[in-house]
């Protein structure tokens, strides 16, 4: 048998359709992918890119305290996370677009160098200013390490034979979740703060150097120019609606000027965008993508999903630290009832999928766990054990774990191979923009309510306790008097409760757009039959 990798680079010296010459189209050639150990050695260079770009924001945010009190500048302090979240989001799809027009490989490799360079100069900052912009940099080439990484498997992976890697993935974004702190904190207690950027640099040229030589696709070249106006239209219209997620209820009241401003420079800037698309020979996010139902569904199951993942990943800790007493040290390790039993639940569905073809029962079983588990999630008090707690995180875990990988994996699936990069960018788009407004929604609910509370309980005192911030760390919450103290786990046990009701009442709607998930044959699915080739589905549209 001839080795796989010399098998997989054949494939770069040969235009994508000379497939065609050997009696198969050019979709199916691509879709059979090369060998598996081929995939291994790619795949890990692809996790490795992926784990950078999960990890640095959750590092970064421990490093956070010693940044500020080296830089200064305590005032922009917001700007360091959320000038690195604009640019991701902004530059999401174009990322997409451009591995479409021409090629996934050094599309690819572009944007992990783009992110090295924003990283080595984040460590090199010297003030809070150049960090926001350095910051930013790198956000740019984080927006195009995902996508990258979902376009190149649905590139190398049949649809049916990649729901054996989807554990490989939720792990990856499971171990990140949970180390992310831990690192952090680690490296800036022994190295300094610039290492939290610093450490991204050895991974990352890892991550080139296997992805250069070991990663062989088809070369391509469209002539039509890219949608210069439609990028911009859309990355204003993601712009605004960032900010104002970001900036709404804190930084601006939801109903001042400021706001009010940025609402209708998103909404014209999108409304542009779509016209734009109809016009456009290159549109960024062709249009026609959503014509599928499948595609379309799991946009919206991605964004609810994002929008729930993000508000548990922010409110169960700031719970379980301030109402259960547990240590802020361990805050990552606190979510891991929820994050492996993601893990376990997205390696099982990947595995039924891949054996039987069958999906659909996966986003409909996932939206009834998640909204179960967040309505559990919202009956916690001040008595509500750990045990207890974990068991609810469980539920919410096994839920999103049957939804995380599978809504891209359908989305893919949904298209043709030449709208591969725009599919799996707008599908992350969604899940990014998800959860932008689930942090801002569900973020404004819980501080309202939390002071609403203190109020009540403790009077002035309370109030002015989280008159600035509704949110104390361990240090604050040990300095209040044993009053306020019992009112303020009170109030938080509170806002939590109303926070995750409103993610249960929001998951319902995934509910109701999984059930009407039609469950399309996954191109390329199983092996071929005696006597015959196996034919690859065509997109469904309806």
Not at 72 to 98: C, D, N
Not at 155 to 171: F, H, N, S, T, V
């Amino acid at each position: 048998m001839a080795d796989t990798t010399d098998a997989v680079a054949q494939t770069d010296e040969r235009p994508e359709d000379a497939a065609a010459t050997a009696g198969r189209p050019a979709q199916e050639a691509a879709q059979s992918g090369p060998q598996p150990r081929s995939v291994r050695v790619v795949l890990g260079a692809l996790l490795i890119a992926m784990m950078l770009a999960m990890l640095d924001n959750m590092i970064v945010g421990t490093a956070m305290p010693t940044i500020v009190g080296d830089l200064g500048g305590l005032e922009h302090l917001s700007w360091v996370v959320t000038g690195y979240t604009l640019a991701t989001a902004a530059s999401t799809p174009i990322w997409g677009k451009l591995g479409d027009m021409y090629g996934r490989k050094g599309v690819f490799m572009t944007s992990i160098v783009v992110f090295l360079i924003g990283s080595a100069l984040s460590g090199m900052a010297q003030g809070m200013g150049e960090l926001i912009g350095f910051r930013a940099i790198q956000g740019l080439g984080a927006g195009g390490l995902m996508v990258g990484v979902m376009a190149i498997i649905g590139d190398l992976i049949p649809p049916r034979e990649r729901g054996k890697y989807q554990g490989m993935i939720a792990g990856v974004m499971a171990l990140a979740m949970i180390a992310g702190p831990l690192v952090g904190g680690t490296i800036t207690d022994h190295w300094g703060w610039r290492w939290s950027f610093y450490i991204n640099l050895p991974l990352g040229v890892v991550a080139l150097i296997a992805v250069s030589v070991v990663l062989h696709l088809p070369k391509k070249r469209v002539d039509s120019r890219i949608d210069y106006l439609g990028a911009g239209l859309l990355a204003l219209g993601i712009t605004a609606i960032v900010l104002v997620t970001t900036w709404g209820g804190s930084e601006y009241a939801w109903g001042s000027a400021r706001i009010m401003e940025l609402i209708g420079i998103g909404v014209a800037a999108l409304v542009g965008f779509l016209f734009v698309q109809t016009k456009a020979a290159a549109p960024i996010m062709p249009l026609h993508i959503f014509r599928s139902r499948n595609f379309t569904l799991m946009s919206v199951i991605g964004f609810i999903t994002g929008f729930v993942m993000f508000g548990a990943v922010l409110f169960l800790p700031l719970y379980q630290q301030s109402v259960q007493g547990a240590s802020a040290t361990n805050s990552g390790l606190l979510l891991l009832p929820m994050l492996g039993a993601m893990l376990v639940v997205s390696m099982i569905a990947g595995r039924v999928t891949t054996n039987s073809g069958k999906y659909k029962v996966f986003p409909v079983a996932g939206s009834v766990l998640m909204t179960l588990g967040l309505f559990l999630l919202a009956q916690m008090d001040t008595g509500t054990s750990r045990l207890t707690s974990g068991l609810y995180m469980a539920v919410l875990g096994a839920g999103m774990g049957c939804l995380m990988q599978i809504t891209m994996l359908v989305a893919q699936n949904s298209v043709e191979m030449k709208d591969m990069g725009v599919a799996s960018s707008t599908t992350t788009l969604f899940r990014t923009l998800g959860s932008s407004f689930g942090v801002a929604i569900m973020g404004a609910l819980f501080n309202h309510r939390v002071q609403d509370v203190m109020t009540e309980r403790a009077g002035a005192i309370g109030s002015s306790v989280t008159e600035r911030s509704a949110q104390l760390d361990a240090a604050g919450l040990a300095k209040l008097p044993a009053v306020a103290r019992e009112a303020y786990q009170h109030a938080v046990a509170s806002g939590t409760h109303s926070a995750f009701l409103l993610g249960s009442v929001v998951a319902v709607v995934a509910l109701a757009a999984s059930v009407f998930v039609k469950e399309v044959p996954l191109k390329g699915a199983g092996p071929a039959k005696p006597g015959g080739d196996a034919k690859p589905a065509v997109p469904e549209a309806v």
